[in-house]
């Protein structure tokens, strides 16, 4: 990795060896597939592979809670108090 940052244009910032595995660790104590395993030490590619994963997980869960929000939406009237209570959920 050190030849990639070495190649860093002037006035971009870089990062040591030592900053990267902190932030690895700090991922690694985040992902629950990971923290459930009690895993003591994962190498930085796990980590990383499934924080891409968990990330990706969470993104489709929103595209499923954003889709079964948008068919609650179309099948209620929006006069209702359900309406209502849905709308401030959804700008707070």
């Keep these: 990795m ?8 002037p006035g971009t910032s870089s990062i040591n060896d030592d ?3 902190d932030l690895v ?7 629950p597939e990971i923290r ?9 590619s796990k980590v990383l592979q499934e924080t891409c994963d968990y990330v990706r997980k969470l993104h489709k869960e929103v595209d499923d809670l954003s889709e ?6 179309s099948t209620i009237d929006s006069d ?6 849905i709308r401030s959920l959804i700008i707070s």
């Design 2 to 9: 050190s030849s990639r940052r070495s190649r860093q244009s």
């Design 19 to 21: 900053q990267i595995m």
């Design 25 to 31: 660790s700090k991922l690694q104590e985040l992902l």
């Design 36 to 44: 459930n395993r009690r895993l003591n030490k994962a190498s930085a």
């Design 68 to 73: 079964r929000l948008s068919q609650l939406l």
């Design 80 to 85: 209702t108090p359900q309406a209502s209570i």
